[in-house]
């Protein structure tokens, strides 16, 4: 499968005006891809993410194309997006603990949802078990209730739920956010695991943990401020990063066996800028240790290597 | 003749023994309050033997007597008054209950229905019963001359189960059934369309939402959730509702306990407020318990809670 | 519910000409343009004009015999005259004063009370508030009809003021637990902690903190109990409870009822008084919404 996208814009309406959450976002993932996609908080991530399934108010389409195994993708039209929703595309949300029904139980809401879908209940009972028994849950869960589960139980089972139509690509927005470290371990396994076994085809990680990344993603996109930053292969990301802002990033993770005392822990001066009225150009430009004078143009994401691309006409100088 | 007359007047204290019967329904009403029980009975020890033989009598199921329908047990009163209450209240209540909570579910729909429901329902629920009970006699009863409008059956008719006599009884009961119902209505229409809209902005209606799931199931799932509060709320509006049909009552000369309350009221037959009010309270707090208990079926979180789960 | 336009480019979207609006002209803003708060205190303000001026343009009292009897709205007697001749038209003015101290007194009592009561419990939780809410089902408990009754008994003149005094001390919980349920939300958000965490006096944290948030929630608690000791009093007009010495819209329907307007088709003697109420209360629910509306950005369309 393949994903397409290009300059995807969609915005939040407030009183004050439009708030440019999501301004112009454009990339491929390929079939069998984990893409990572990291940002600080409020750079559009999560837009991103939902733009692609599920908008509602006050998050507004704007303008872009989405394409999904060469078929057009309307995420600006609710209903008819439905038919691709759960199927051909799925979500676990960042409230994932507080999806389900808390009044019905597990099952019965599964059964009704996939019902609902025109999918036999029945005929998916058998494979929904093997999942279950994938993620070390056992069958009961079905006849429980949401608030009999744990947490990370419920990340479990939404995780199940949301990938048993085998969607071809599932947005999983900051699942591992309110877990603990091991457990976080486990969940992002289980999505290597999923991808391995093609219950997924492609996925996109919303998170700002890159460390989860690391581990699980083929390659990452770093946003900023409502636009892309870099996109390549975790390796290059992490080891070699372009982007001004990727390698402040990177370089600021706390890295084991180092102390405090040998080298401190490194922040990024500054703040992001509000997206009512962004600034003009490239909007790292406040914060950016090398930026010059072509920065008050917006740069555009050009790819600079195989499979790198890159938004800064610094490393575009380096290249050309 | 004279005793009617001397005892009324022979009660400068019996208010304070009213208070007192309060207190000792108190007690009974709250089973927790046996602290207020134990106070009020230490309290007042001249009283004490009054009191003490009230609840002497009560046991043996002896309201004491009527001073209005002398010599009639208050008893005997008001369990022909109780049956008319039951056959008024239980279906308005119900009804008004299902289909107001239908109606606000429904309101929530869209942004027109929403619009055009939503004032009515307020205004509905604005209205006082009795008001509305006197204008539906009017049109209805006078003007257009359909229904009746008083009595819960024609005087000349005799009680007995033959259809003429229930269609009558049906006849007269139609208007205060109707405001009861309306009023009610509104109440419930309302309170629903804010809880249907609460539930849908939950994190659970946009998971679903965000599979793909019909509106349909949505909104299922959101007024299952929804009923919830509004049963709770049923139980604390029933005093209100009780207000409210002793006023309906009253308009229609519907001899329910309302009624009969009333004109104790005005000729000051204590034993017969008294016992009126033991009723009621007992009705509401049979209702309350019911209410609980299906509240406890009907919700799963407060069932696993009370298992310890 | 969700409509999205059925669009693949927009068109950019008008920005609404305010410039960056202070927290005040923020509410006042959607105070101003929110339909359902406009239409409710027009209505209510209506009436209240009607209560106020009213009795100067008649030179009747309410119970004097100054006309013709069963007389239909005239010229002369504008909302037409009782079965003893009376002027409905007064009458209606003054209950409506009646009926508006009623609220305000009545209202106010019940929130006042239902606040102290329940912010308090809310706040302080633990024992304080085991044993207020033991008294707040206490009273809720009790049928507000037989104190009254014994009151009744007691005084053989009652008045409005009397009868506001005692709804409001009556209708209390209904707010007291509203805003308990409030304050217990509030209290455990993280400003609050933080305030705590820095010292600040409970007191003070009381009125400095969590205070100015609940302000758009007392106010619609406010106008729920103004609209509810209106209609209670309305209620307990009826059955004769009422005031012994004033003309109330309650007790003016009960007067009718008690004299035959309905077979009479005295039709302007019943009907105003309890279109009054709904009005009025109707409006009061309606303009509470608007505010919700207002305080609550959730709730608004934009």
Same mark, same amino acid.
């Given at each position: 499968m393949?994903?397409?996208?290009?300059?995807?814009?969609?915005?939040?309406?407030?009183?004050?005006?439009?708030?440019?959450?999501?301004?112009?976002?454009?990339?491929t993932?390929?079939?069998?891809?984990? *893409?990572?996609l990291?940002?600080?908080?409020?750079?559009?991530?999560?837009?991103?993410?939902?733009s692609?399934?599920?908008l509602?108010?006050?998050?507004?389409?704007?303008?872009?194309?989405?394409?999904?195994?060469?078929?057009?993708?309307?995420?600006?039209? *609710?209903k008819?997006?439905?038919?691709?929703?759960?199927?051909?595309?799925?979500?676990?949300?960042?409230?994932?603990?507080?999806a389900?029904?808390?009044?019905r139980? @597990?099952?019965?809401m599964?059964?009704?949802l996939?019902e609902?879908?025109?999918?036999?209940?029945?005929?998916?009972?058998?494979?929904l078990?093997?999942?279950?028994?994938?993620?070390?849950?056992?069958?009961?869960?079905?006849?429980?209730?949401?608030?009999?589960?744990?947490g990370?139980m419920?990340?479990?089972?939404?995780?199940?739920?949301?990938?048993l139509?085998?969607p071809?690509?599932?947005?999983?927005?900051?699942?591992?956010?309110?877990?603990?470290?091991?457990?976080?371990?486990?969940?992002?396994?289980?999505l290597?695991?999923?991808r391995d076994?093609?219950?997924?085809?492609?996925?996109?990680?919303?998170?700002?943990?890159?460390?989860i #990344?690391?581990?699980?993603?083929?390659?990452?996109?770093?946003?900023?401020?409502?636009?892309?930053a870099?996109?390549?292969?975790t390796?290059? @990301?992490?080891?070699?990063?372009?982007?001004?802002?990727?390698?402040?990033?990177?370089?600021?993770?706390?890295?084991i066996?180092?102390?405090?005392?040998?080298?401190?822990?490194?922040? @990024?001066?500054g703040?992001?800028? #509000?997206?009512l009225?962004p600034?003009?150009?490239?909007?790292?430009?406040?914060r950016?240790?090398?930026?010059?004078?072509?920065?008050?143009e917006?740069?555009?994401?050009?790819?600079?290597?195989?499979?790198?691309?890159?938004?800064?006409?610094?490393?575009?100088?380096?290249?050309? | 003749?004279?005793i009617?007359?001397?005892?009324?007047?022979?009660?400068?204290?019996?208010?304070?023994?009213?208070?007192?019967?309060?207190?000792?329904?108190?007690?009974?009403?709250? +089973?927790?309050?046996?602290?207020?029980?134990?106070?009020?009975?230490?309290?007042?020890?001249?009283?004490? +033997?009054?009191?003490l033989?009230?609840?002497?009598?009560?046991?043996?199921?002896?309201?004491? $007597?009527?001073?209005?329908?002398?010599?009639?047990?208050?008893?005997?009163?008001?369990?022909?008054?109780?049956?008319?209450?039951?056959f008024?209240?239980?279906?308005s209540?119900?009804?008004?209950?299902?289909?107001?909570n +239908?109606?606000?579910?429904?309101?929530?729909?869209?942004?027109?229905?929403?619009?055009?429901?939503l004032?009515?329902?307020?205004?509905?629920?604005?209205?006082?019963?009795?008001?509305?009970?006197?204008?539906? $006699?009017?049109?209805?009863g006078?003007?257009?001359?359909?229904?009746?409008?008083?009595?819960?059956?024609?005087?000349?008719?005799?009680?007995?189960f033959?259809w003429?006599?229930?269609?009558?009884l049906?006849?007269?009961?139609?208007?205060p059934f109707t405001?009861?119902f309306?009023?009610?209505?509104?109440?419930?229409?309302i309170?629903?369309?804010?809880?249907?809209?609460?539930?849908?902005?939950?994190?659970?209606?946009?998971?679903?939402?965000?599979?793909g799931?019909?509106? +349909?199931?949505?909104?299922?799932y959101?007024?299952?959730?929804?009923i919830?509060?509004?049963?709770?709320?049923?139980?604390?509006?029933l005093?209100?509702?009780?207000?409210?049909?002793?006023?309906?009552?009253?308009?229609?000369?519907?001899?329910?306990?309302?009624?009969?309350?009333?004109?104790?009221?005005?000729?000051?037959?204590f034993?017969?407020?008294q016992?009126?009010?033991?009723?009621?309270?007992?009705?509401?707090?049979?209702?309350?318990?019911?209410?609980?208990i299906?509240y406890?079926?009907?919700?799963?979180? $407060?069932?696993?809670?009370?298992?310890?789960? | 519910?969700?409509?999205?336009k059925?669009?693949?480019?927009?068109?950019?979207m008008?920005?609404i000409?305010?410039?960056?609006p202070?927290?005040?002209?923020?509410?006042?803003?959607?105070?101003?343009?929110?339909?359902?708060?406009?239409?409710?205190?027009t209505?209510?303000l209506?009436?209240?004009i009607?209560?106020?001026?009213?009795?100067?343009?008649t030179h009747?009292?309410?119970?004097?015999?100054?006309?013709?009897?069963?007389?239909? !709205?005239?010229s002369?007697?504008?909302?037409?005259?009782?079965?003893?001749?009376?002027?409905?038209?007064?009458?209606?003015?003054?209950?409506?004063?009646?009926?508006?101290?009623?609220?305000v007194?009545?209202?106010?009592?019940?929130t006042?009370i239902?606040?102290?009561?329940?912010?308090?419990?809310?706040?302080r939780g633990?024992?304080?508030?085991?044993?207020?809410?033991?008294?707040?089902?206490?009273?809720?408990?009790i049928?507000?009809?037989?104190?009254?009754?014994i009151?009744?008994?007691?005084?053989?003149?009652?008045g409005?003021?009397?009868?506001?005094?005692?709804?409001?001390?009556?209708?209390?919980?209904?707010?007291?637990?509203?805003?308990?349920?409030?304050?217990?939300?509030?209290?455990?958000?993280?400003?609050?902690?933080?305030?705590?965490?820095?010292?600040?006096? !409970?007191?003070?944290?009381?009125?400095?903190?969590?205070?100015?948030?609940m302000?758009?929630?007392?106010?619609?608690?406010?106008?729920?109990q103004?609209g509810?000791?209106?209609?209670?009093?309305?209620?307990l007009?009826?059955?004769?409870l009422?005031?012994?010495?004033?003309i109330?819209?309650?007790?003016?329907?009960?007067?009718?009822?008690?004299?035959?307007?309905?077979?009479?088709?005295?039709?302007?003697?019943?009907?105003?008084?309890?279109?009054?109420?709904?009005?009025?209360?109707?409006a009061l629910?309606?303009?509470?919404v608007?505010?919700?509306e207002?305080?609550?950005?959730?709730?608004?369309k934009?």
């Open positions: 393949s994903l397409k996208v290009e300059n995807l814009k969609a915005y939040y309406q407030t009183l004050y005006g439009d708030v440019k959450a999501l301004d112009g976002a454009t990339f993932i390929k079939d069998g891809e984990i *893409m990572g990291a940002g600080e908080s409020g750079c559009g991530k999560t837009t991103l993410g939902h692609l399934i599920y509602t108010p006050p998050m507004r389409f704007v303008e872009g194309s989405v394409e999904l195994d060469d078929e057009e993708l309307p995420v600006w039209d *609710m008819k997006m439905n038919t691709f929703r759960f199927k051909k595309i799925s979500i676990i949300p960042q409230y994932a603990m507080n389900m029904n808390p009044t139980k @597990i099952g019965k599964t059964s009704e996939l609902s879908r025109r999918i036999s209940f029945k005929t998916t009972l058998p494979e078990k093997r999942r279950l028994d994938l993620v070390e849950l056992t069958h009961d869960v079905l006849n429980m209730y949401p608030i009999e589960l744990s990370g419920k990340q479990r089972m939404v995780m199940v739920i949301s990938t139509l085998n071809s690509l599932l947005i999983a927005d900051e699942i591992t956010s309110a877990l603990d470290v091991s457990t976080q371990k486990a969940v992002a396994e289980m290597i695991e999923f076994r093609k219950f997924v085809k492609s996925m996109i990680v919303i998170t700002h943990d890159i460390s #990344l690391y581990q699980t993603a083929d390659s990452i996109m770093i946003m900023y401020a409502g636009k892309l870099e996109k390549a292969s390796g290059i @990301i992490i080891h070699s990063p372009r982007h001004p802002y990727t390698k402040l990033l990177i370089s600021s993770l706390p890295k066996g180092v102390r405090y005392s040998e080298k401190k822990l490194s922040g @990024i001066p703040n992001t800028p #509000l997206l009225n600034p003009t150009g490239c909007r790292f430009r406040d950016c240790p090398v930026a010059f004078g072509k920065c008050v917006e740069p555009p994401f050009i790819e600079i290597e195989k499979d790198h691309f890159v938004a800064c006409w610094k490393e575009f100088g380096k290249n050309a | 003749m004279t009617d007359w001397l005892i009324p007047r022979f009660m400068p204290g019996n208010p304070v023994q009213v208070l007192l019967a309060r207190a000792g329904l108190h007690a009974e009403a709250a +089973k927790e309050m046996y602290s207020y029980y134990t106070r009020a009975f230490g309290l007042d020890l001249p009283i004490w +033997k009054q009191y033989n009230f609840w002497n009598a009560l046991f043996h199921g002896d309201l004491g $007597t009527s001073i209005l329908l002398f010599p009639q047990p208050v008893i005997k009163i008001i369990m022909r008054a109780v049956p008319y209450d039951v008024l209240l239980l279906p209540i119900l009804l008004s209950f299902y289909a107001g +239908k109606f606000g579910a429904f309101a929530a729909r869209t942004k027109r229905l929403d619009n055009t429901i004032p009515l329902g307020y205004i509905l629920t604005a209205t006082p019963y009795m008001w509305l009970a006197i204008l539906l $006699t009017w049109a209805l006078i003007i257009f001359r359909i229904f009746p409008i008083a009595y819960a059956f024609s005087p000349s008719l005799e009680i007995s033959s003429l006599f229930i269609g009558d049906l006849w007269h009961w139609f208007l405001s009861l309306m009023v009610m209505f509104g109440g419930w229409a309170g629903m369309r804010n809880m249907i809209i609460y539930e849908l902005e939950a994190d659970y209606s946009h998971y679903l939402e965000a599979l799931a019909p509106r +349909k199931l949505v909104r299922r959101a007024f299952r959730n929804a919830l509060p509004q049963i709770t709320g049923l139980a604390l509006q005093g209100v509702i009780v207000a409210g049909a002793l006023v309906t009552e009253v308009v229609f000369s519907y001899p329910g306990i309302g009624y009969l309350l009333l004109q104790a009221i005005q000729n000051q037959d034993f017969l407020i016992g009126c009010f033991l009723f009621i309270i007992i009705g509401v707090l049979l209702a309350n318990f019911v209410i609980d299906i406890i079926i009907v919700d799963p979180r $407060t069932r696993i809670g009370m298992v310890g789960g | 519910m969700i409509e999205q059925n669009i693949k480019k927009s068109e950019k008008d920005e000409p305010i410039p960056k202070k927290k005040i002209n923020e509410f006042l803003y959607f105070a101003l343009s929110n339909n359902r708060l406009k239409v409710g205190l209505v209510v209506l009436f209240l009607l209560a106020l001026i009213g009795p100067l343009l009747y009292k309410w119970d004097a015999y100054v006309g013709p009897v069963y007389h239909p !709205p005239s002369e007697y504008w909302f037409g005259t009782t079965t003893f001749g009376q002027d409905v038209f007064t009458q209606f003015v003054l209950g409506l004063r009646a009926s508006f101290l009623v609220g007194v009545g209202g106010g009592i019940g006042l239902g606040v102290i009561i329940g912010f308090t419990a809310g706040y633990g024992i304080i508030d085991e044993f207020l809410n033991i008294i707040t089902n206490v009273v809720i408990v049928p507000t009809l037989a104190i009254l009754i009151i009744a008994t007691y005084l053989k003149v009652r409005i003021m009397t009868e506001s005094i005692f709804i409001g001390f009556t209708a209390w919980p209904w707010a007291a637990r509203a805003i308990r349920a409030q304050t217990f939300s509030l209290r455990s958000r993280d400003f609050v902690d933080m305030a705590r965490m820095s010292g600040m006096k !409970p007191l003070k944290i009381m009125f400095t903190e969590i205070a100015p948030n302000m758009s929630y007392l106010l619609m608690t406010l106008i729920l103004f509810g000791a209106i209609l209670i009093a309305a209620t007009d009826f059955i004769g009422g005031p012994t010495n004033a109330s819209l309650g007790l003016m329907m009960n007067l009718a009822v008690l004299w035959g307007a309905l077979q009479l088709g005295m039709w302007w003697w019943f009907v105003p008084p309890g279109f009054a109420i709904m009005a009025i209360v109707g629910y309606v303009m509470n608007g505010l919700d207002v305080f609550n950005p959730k709730l608004r934009l």
